[in-house]
């Protein structure tokens, strides 16, 4: 059983910049990969990136590319999504997810543990 707290949204300007991060449980984290998706109500989940179990691999959405940055620290059992150059289309509920056996993945079926989610909103 894995559990993940995500923390660090909040409300921001536009071009603002703002550090997520999600803590996980147990002694599994540096054997799942890891994802960020966000949510926003009327839309479908979508998939915002992806880092591999060591955190030698990433792979973006390309509507984050070049702006977000996404990390893991294995000592840590914790991942780090860091949002530069926020817009207001990027404001969702933001989940973190762990897989079950993938490496890592833009599909939010190979994910089997979620955190609880949080908001970032960004105004114009």
């Known amino acids: 059983q894995v559990q993940l707290v995500e923390s660090g ?15 996980a449980s ?3 984290f540096s054997t799942r990969g890891m994802g960020w998706f966000r949510h926003t109500p009327g839309k479908e989940r979508e998939f915002v990136v992806a880092i591999s179990r060591s955190g030698g691999r ?3 959405a390309d ?3 070049g702006r977000f940055t996404v990390t893991r620290d294995n000592a840590k059992n914790t991942v780090y999504l860091q949002m530069n150059s926020l817009k207001p289309e990027d404001t969702a509920v933001y989940y973190c997810a ?6 890592y993945s833009s599909d939010y079926r190979m994910y089997h543990y979620w955190g609880q989610g949080t908001q970032v909103t960004v105004s114009s």
């Open 9 to 23: 949204g909040g409300l921001v300007q536009a071009g603002d910049s703002l550090r997520l991060s999600c803590a």
């Open 26 to 28: 147990g002694r599994t």
């Open 58 to 60: 990433t792979y973006y």
């Open 63 to 65: 509507s984050v590319k």
């Open 98 to 103: 762990a897989t079950q056996f993938s490496d």
